[in-house]
Structure formats: C-alpha cells, structure tokens
C-alpha cells in the first residue's frame, strides 16, 4: 500500500459546523489541510433541524439566554463558557449573516422561533428546519473558495502523532486511492462529531461513531462527562427501525403530545410540551412503558396545515411518505439518541490536555452543555469554540518531528466481525445505557464489554481491527461513566438514584490513569 506524507499550518479533522468554521479561520493565518471520513456534508451538523439560539433582538439578553442555559444544565454547566457562547455566539451569527448567511424572515424581519427550555424567541432558522444544511452548505462554498484550504475526503483518521506533550499531526487512511496519508502538523483540531450513532435508535448518520474520541484518548486527552447522552424526545417512530429528527421547533408552534388514550399527558407540566428535552424525553418514556404502543403522537391537526408546510416541507414530506395524514392523524414519536455533552475535555480556549490539539463542536466537553443542552445551542457552540480554538492556536509556536507509522492493512475477514461487533454493541447501549439506567444493567453492559474486548481478534494495523478497537474502548468508557455517577442530572436518569447529589462533579477518564476519576 502507498503512503504518502505531506506537511500542514493547521490539520482539521472533520466536516461539520466546528470544522468548516475552524479551517475558514485557520485560512488566514496559514496553510489548513481539512480531513473528513466522508462527503463534506454527511455529517451531523448537516442533518441538524431547530436552529441557532443567538441573542439579536432588541427584547432580547445575554442573561437570558445564559439563565436558560444554566437551568437546563442542571448545575453541571461551566459558567464562564456560557457567558462566551451567548456573547460570542451572538457575534458569530451575525459574522455569517453578514458573508451572506440567509436565515428565514417575515416581512423583512428575522423569524425568531420559541424552542424547549427558552423564555425568548431567539431561535433562528434556514429553509424551515433545515438550518443544518443550509449552514453547512454556505461554509462548504466559503471553504472551497479558500485556496488556503486543501480539503480530503473520504480518509478514516486512525491515529494521532504524539511527541512528548505535544500533538504533532494524524494518520489517515484513503478508501478510494486504498493509500495512507501521513499529516505533519503543529496544530490538530478535533472537529469529528459526536457518538449518538452507536446507540440502535439514533438521529445522526452512520458516521457519528466518537472516533475523535477514542484518537484523543489513545494519546492521553482527558474524557469527560461520558454517561451524558442527550435523546432528543420526538424522533418519529416507524415499525421497521427507520427514524428522523422531528424539531423542536414544531412544538415551538404549538404542537401537543398525547398517548395512546388520546391523552395530552404534559399540559400540566409548567411549560408543558415546550418543558427542557430531558425532562420531555423521560415523559415520553414512561408513557410508553405504561401502554402497549411503542411510541406517543405529535398532535398538529389543530394547528394552520398550510402554515406548518411551508415553515418544516422537509419534515412533512418525510411525514407524508410515511402514510401519514397530519390533518386527520397523530404523528408517531419516540425518544432517539441525538447529542452527546460529553467528550474530550478542553478549556474556554479549546485546547486539550495535549498541546497543539484542540477540540470542539460535539467531540468536545466544553462545560457549556451541562447536563442538559439547551436546545439549538449546538450550532452556535460549534461557531464560537472553532473560532477560539484557532484564536488560540494561530499563536501556537510548537513544530514537527520527523514522523513514522508502520504499514497498514485491509482484511476483508474483519469487516463481518467489526458489522457484528457493532449490533451487539448497539444492543447492549441501547437497553442497559438508554434514557433509565441501573446498577445491575450497567454493571451488566460493562462486563459483556469487557468480555467482547477479550475475545476480540485483531492486527496491529489493519482498519477493521482498529475501528473495532476503538469502539470497544468507548462503549466501555460511557457504560463505566454511566455507573459512576450515582445520581440522576439532567439526561442521565439511575431509577436506583432517582435524586440529584447537592454537589455537582464530572465524570473524567484518563488513560494515564486508568480509572475513573470524580472531579
């Protein structure tokens, strides 16, 4: 197999919002190689509905928004990074905005939509709920144009490049050219995604697998807040395991939920259907553990159909296709995994433990999270941490060494036990790491982890193998988190430790350490 190896100012690993934004920066200050495992636009942030919570009408205030960050994040949040995202955030809105960004409007005027857990409407949207495509779309045509920017597709980055305390570059593998690519850099920013995708029921695509993950923690990143996974309450719910995202923002519109009696069960919920996803998604789940159906409905019949059409087409026309009459019908829901707080741990500056490596966007624990994120707060993080992080890093003096990996390989016997290892992972997320957890289900879920790791045959150097490594390696790290905090805060529920602890703490894995650490 050939291997080639190139030299870079900046390495940035991943397409999504984060991505695109942290090499559009980094372009000015140097050269910038963008590496990302798929297509540019298959990545969360493309799939993402809702929209962007920024703080730009005059009623409107940064303590607002701050406020209802905080409340969602159950006294887990990182203060001071709030007070960055919603100050920052609001700046970095209107930056887009004003390179052409185009978010939809009434009479000449901004549509601010209500969502989940805010007191204002401050939520932006493009095209309806489509505000993750058509931002990514519109940073995808800014970086194209960049010539700063040489962009690779279609490369699995299998390992970082560490020298001493410093980050030094990545190692990526080729599908197409079946080449690696060795990428010497000074500066490599984790922009990589979350891990909901591993869960069986998941709004993400296939490729939100927490690579960026397990890579930082094979060099020694500090993991944090794990165990916090966020399902997001209304994914629509087919029979044959098919689902996609239905936004928040068409409960924004007044939107009800009802259970299979036909019973609207939040409207004595103080913000009723518009209560923070954490505490929607655990309604809906006991909902469906008291009827026989495995899902509730999204009522819209008694709201204007013309009016919800031309603000979410997307979302009513997958409807549609579904055999579902939004008029005469409810619309099956249920909860899916959709956004991971934790991952790499990393400052108000995106840096990680590890010099010259940064992080943001979903791979990242940035603290702005908390416990709970708060709706429509992911695009906007993914805007402000990019941003800083290159801020940071532009005055980064580290430099590169020379840098060797061996030979790499592609066994096509692999490729069926990495598929199995993969549902049974799944499976077992799924059922002992889901939206109610306990110490018998996770102790259970880590010990069959364990055992799959023990039984695992792999090579050194071989993709399938290496894929099926690291996703041991997480899915163990978020079970073993997820037994660790004994308490319920925000999305993570123990029906064993039904109470919050009056002190809040996270959850960090250090692989230096190997072991859990409460900080």
């Known amino acids: 197999m050939n291997s080639t190896t190139l030299s870079t100012d900046f390495l940035v690993i991943g397409s999504g919002a984060a991505g695109l934004n942290a090499a559009l920066h980094a372009s000015k200050y140097g050269q910038v190689t963008l590496v990302t495992k798929s297509d540019l636009e298959d990545s969360s942030s493309y799939w993402a509905q809702g929209g962007i919570a920024a703080v730009l009408d005059g009623e409107d205030t940064f303590q607002s928004h701050k406020s209802d960050t905080l409340d969602a994040g159950r006294a887990l949040c990182n203060t001071e990074a709030v007070d960055l995202l919603v100050k920052e955030g609001a700046r970095e809105v209107q930056r887009c905005i004003d390179l052409g960004m185009v978010f939809d409007h009434t009479n000449g005027a901004l549509d601010l939509g209500l969502e989940g857990g805010h007191s204002n409407r401050r939520v932006l949207h493009a095209n309806g709920a489509a505000t993750g495509k058509a931002l990514i779309e519109f940073l995808t045509a800014l970086v194209q144009e960049e010539p700063n920017i040489s962009i690779t597709e279609r490369a699995f980055v299998y390992e970082l490049f560490r020298n001493g305390d410093s980050c030094q570059g990545a190692a990526a593998y080729l599908y197409n050219e079946n080449q690696t690519i060795q990428i010497q850099s000074p500066v490599t920013i984790l922009a990589t995604g979350g891990y909901s995708g591993l869960f069986q029921r998941s709004t993400n695509p296939h490729t939100s697998t927490g690579d960026g993950l397990w890579l930082g923690y094979n060099i020694g990143t500090t993991l944090q807040d794990l165990e916090l996974v966020q399902f997001h309450p209304t994914a629509f719910y087919a029979n044959d395991g098919s689902t996609f995202l239905i936004s928040e ?53 008694h709201l204007e159909a013309d009016k919800l059409w031309a603000h979410f087409p997307n979302i009513f026309t997958k409807i549609e296709e579904h055999g579902i009459d939004i008029e005469k019908e409810g619309i099956p829901v249920a909860p899916a995994a959709h956004y991971c707080i934790g991952g790499v741990a990393t400052n108000l500056d995106a840096q990680t433990s590890i010099n010259g490596l940064y992080a943001c966007g979903e791979v990242a624990a940035t603290g702005v999270h908390g416990a709970n994120r708060l709706a429509s707060n992911s695009l906007l993080e993914c805007l402000v941490f990019s941003k800083r992080a290159v801020d940071h890093a532009r005055y980064y003096s580290g430099s590169t060494g020379t840098i060797s990996v061996g030979g790499f390989d592609i066994d096509e016997g692999a490729s069926k036990q990495f598929t199995d290892l993969q549902q049974k992972v799944s499976g077992l997320l799924s059922q002992h790491v889901g939206i109610q957890r306990n110490q018998e289900g996770l102790t259970y879920a880590v010990g069959q982890l364990q055992n799959l790791s023990n039984l695992l045959a792999t090579q050194a150097e071989e993709y399938f193998s290496i894929r099926s490594r690291g996703l041991l390696q997480l899915a163990e790290l978020i079970a073993r988190a997820a037994l660790e905090r004994t308490e319920s805060r925000g999305v993570h529920t123990r029906t064993d430790f039904p109470e919050s602890k009056s002190d809040s703490r996270h959850i960090t894995f250090n692989r230096s350490f190997q072991h859990i650490e409460s900080i």
Do not use: K
């Open 249 to 301: 923002a068409v409960r924004g519109e007044g939107a009800y939920l009802f259970n299979e009696e036909g019973e609207r069960f939040m409207e004595d919920h103080p913000q009723q259907e518009l209560a923070p996803r954490d505490v929607v998604s655990q309604e809906i789940f006991r909902q469906i553990q008291q009827q026989q159906s495995n899902c509730v409905y999204l009522d819209v019949r």
